[in-house]
């Protein structure tokens, strides 16, 4: 995973106030009912039925079936200031967990595997802690977001309003991140995670019988020379110090061994940071595609779109998380400020509208066996991220109701 060192759990926990470390087992028993009840972007009912349950138990004013699942909950300060939210994602992932914990999940096929049980969480502790302790500066408004991994659910709750009434004047998020281990903090100004595009294309040839192949536009060859071709597409059209990515991912076609398929089908990813690229590449592409098709006699159906722009961080509320992270993980591995992936992440679509931060929580344990990679059906994470993520957030409400 990585060769930063971790610093004990317990140690980590001590830097905490000690009301913080105290909620640290309710922390675990929420992420942990969380984890066994997993459920897919815009499907998550029990998930906003548990988080409703727990804001009104607490005597939090919240609004529900926002963007379908959706919850924001407000917290006033006892002093006037500036508003803040802070954003939580609450979906799972199509995949079978394979991890053997008393805390599995017991919905077959779903699983939590990319942390954002956790995300919710550490938005609840957050959540109950200001409700206890009001003496903060402003007012904090918390995002419960669905459909982060699909389809995305932050456009639809910008577009429902959620920024507005009151307005928010920047927002904060994090992403529990098993690239990091316990005991740091990922913050860096500008991008953080990448652009997401994705394409499908239908390679549309002419089938027939394989001993036979010059009757035929094999689709299968064309598909392939399409695939070997985009790959020099960041090769030979990117500045090599820009980082961009073209993937295939689907190459599905053919139907006997002794039939040339008449069509293939292809689908990919694209991966970048700056806004330069955009639109570049989705022309780029079909324009490989267009003549390797024209050169073999085929035609082709394409689709590209879209999925999230990429996420970029405010400089002024970096520095704001940077600043406070390094009183929180004061720690030998400490803060990792060029943090950085190609993973895609819809709070971008939130920090097109309102200055903000989204940083990375270290989260992995490799002496706990706790280090597999998101996505994974066996991932899962060190549980003292959970108060560190509450002590960070809880900072930043109280440093930045002091701007």
């Known amino acids: 995973m990585t060769s930063l060192s971790v610093l004990s759990p317990s140690l980590l926990l001590d830097r905490l106030r000690p009301e913080v470390r105290a909620l640290q087992p309710q922390f675990v028993a929420w992420r942990r009912h969380l984890h066994q009840y997993p459920e897919l972007g815009f499907q998550e009912h029990l998930t906003s039925e548990f988080i409703a349950q727990k804001l009104q138990s607490w005597g939090i004013d919240f609004q529900t079936g926002i963007a379908q699942t959706g919850i924001v909950a ?230 590209y779109w879209q999925l999230y722009p990429a996420t970029l961080n405010d400089r002024a509320m970096a520095d704001l998380v940077r600043s406070i992270a390094e009183q929180v993980v004061e720690t030998p591995a400490g803060i990792v400020p060029e943090c950085q992936t190609m993973g895609g992440e819809d709070m971008s679509f939130f920090l097109q509208e309102v200055p903000g931060c989204y940083f990375f929580l270290g989260a992995a344990n490799a002496e706990k066996k706790l280090d597999y990679p998101h996505h994974h059906p066996r991932f899962d994470f060190d549980e003292t991220a959970l108060s560190i993520g509450v002590e960070m957030f809880l900072r930043c409400v109280e440093k930045f109701g002091l701007r």
Request: proline share 5%.
């Open 74 to 303: 407000v917290i006033e300060g006892t002093q006037p200031g500036p508003v803040l939210a802070i954003r939580a994602d609450m979906d799972a992932l199509p995949i079978q967990e394979q991890n053997d914990v008393s805390y599995k999940s017991r919905h077959d096929g779903k699983m939590h595997a990319c942390g954002h049980d956790g995300h919710t969480a550490i938005a609840l502790g957050t959540a109950y802690y200001l409700s206890q302790h009001r003496n903060f500066r402003g007012t904090v408004k918390l995002i419960f977001q669905p459909a982060e991994e699909g389809p995305g659910g932050a456009k639809p709750m910008v577009e429902a309003g959620v920024l507005k009434n009151p307005d928010v004047d920047a927002i904060i998020g994090l992403h529990l991140w098993n690239n990091l281990p316990l005991g740091t903090i990922g913050v860096r100004s500008g991008p953080l995670m990448a652009a997401v595009e994705l394409f499908r294309v239908r390679v549309l040839g002419q089938g027939g019988h394989g001993a036979m192949p010059h009757q035929t536009v094999d689709s299968i060859v064309v598909g392939s020379q399409i695939v070997n071709a985009l790959q020099s597409i960041v090769s030979r059209n990117v500045d090599p110090i820009d980082s961009a990515v073209v993937t295939v991912g689907e190459f599905h076609s053919g139907t006997a061994l002794n039939v040339i398929a008449d069509t293939a089908r292809l689908g990919g990813t694209v991966r970048y940071f700056k806004s330069e690229y955009e639109g570049f590449f989705a022309r780029r592409i079909e324009e490989v595609i267009a003549g390797i098709c024209q050169s073999y006699g085929a035609g082709y159906d394409l689709d």
